[in-house]
């Protein structure tokens, strides 16, 4: 089934800092039930999402250009959408920033090859079936443990340690949720408690950019 909802394409858009191309990424997160026969209160696990590339073995987070019509929260949003198709409630603080050089053989981050990215955590509430890069990338859910082992990058690595073992992350996810704020993909809002404060329309990405 081909995904009603296109990747966007080109970098006329892209942002950059410091000669450096801005990119914006997430780790998805949900919560699997465990089930043994012998408790009448399952215990849930957390698993994060990672996804293949093309040709490689190893695995990686939804990660991509910041554009300059939108915020690094909604790049990271679009970016689990295309890459993932995945939707969810994203963290109002990132997890981090890291510079990094390009492995790509196009030299795209910029002339110098340098990157600066930011991560968060995304609590999963929707996976589509089909989504815009799904050709390109395949999905697996893995514990924190096995995805560490299998990243391709270092710096994931780090954002993936300062996710699943900050004192804060571990009890704001066991109250399912992570931070304070955050921002619906889904439902297009930023929540605080009981208030919504619209932000500009994302959950319809289906434009292409040449």
């Not at 993932?84 to 963290?91: H, K």
Request: hydrophobic share 35%; proline share 4%; aromatic share 10%.
């Amino acid at each position: 089934m081909m995904s009603s909802v296109q990747a966007r394409i080109g970098r006329e858009r892209q942002r950059y800092k410091d000669h450096l191309r801005l990119v914006a990424g997430c780790i998805p997160f949900k919560f699997e039930k465990i089930v043994d026969g012998h408790t009448r209160n399952p215990e849930s696990r957390l698993l994060v999402l990672m996804i293949s590339s093309p040709n490689r073995h190893d695995l990686v987070f939804p990660k991509g250009g910041w554009e300059n019509d939108e915020t690094v929260e909604q790049a990271a949003c679009r970016e689990a959408l295309e890459e993932a198709g995945v939707r969810g409630i994203l963290g109002e603080n990132h997890l981090g920033e890291w510079e990094f050089r390009s492995k790509s053989k196009q030299n795209n981050c910029s002339l110098e090859g340098g990157c600066r990215g930011y991560m968060f955590a995304l609590q999963v509430t929707e996976e589509l079936e089909s989504w815009p890069e799904q050709a390109l990338h395949d999905r697996k859910w893995l514990t924190p443990k096995d995805a560490f082992k299998l990243c391709r990058y270092d710096w994931m690595r780090e954002a993936l340690k300062i996710f699943d073992l900050s004192p804060r992350g571990q009890n704001e996810r066991n109250e399912g949720r992570v931070g304070g704020v955050f921002y619906d993909a889904s439902s297009r809002c930023c929540k605080r408690a009981s208030n919504f404060i619209l932000w500009p329309v994302w959950e319809d990405l289906s434009y292409a950019m040449s």
